[in-house]
């Protein structure tokens, strides 16, 4: 069975760095489109970035320039570092992949950007 789980989010100040971290476990034959996406109060879900299995990535105009997609040392991981943070960047942060044909979710993570 195929598991996402995120790791690293918590609270930092306005203009500091976090970096969020995902690893899908289980038996992968296969997994394309690694993505972060995130969800602030009362917003909907929107996409932050992506990064394919080829390596090109993607970033929501927000994110660009401040936060940075990658694939992971180990097999089937990818993080999101993410610097100059802004106070509006304040969302419950999931990862998201396409694996073995199927999309999965991890089940998310606090990220909250306050003084």
């Known amino acids: 069975q195929v598991q996402v789980e995120e790791s690293g989010g918590g609270l930092v100040q306005p203009g500091g760095s976090l970096r969020l971290s995902c690893a899908a476990t289980?038996?992968?034959?296969?997994?394309?489109?690694m993505s972060w996406y995130r969800q602030a109060p009362g917003k909907e879900r929107e996409l932050a970035a992506l990064?394919?299995?080829?390596?090109?990535?993607d970033y929501a105009a927000s994110a660009k320039g401040r936060f940075t997609i990658s694939r992971g040392d180990i097999p089937n991981s990818w993080s999101l570092q993410m610097d100059s943070l802004k106070p509006e960047d304040t969302a419950v942060y999931y990862c998201?992949?396409?694996?073995?044909?199927?999309?999965?979710w991890g089940q998310g993570i606090q990220v909250t950007v306050s003084s």
């Open positions: 289980g038996t992968i034959n296969s997994i394309d489109l």
């Open positions: 990064i394919r299995s080829d390596g090109s990535a």
């Open positions: 998201h992949a396409w694996i073995n044909s199927f999309d999965y």
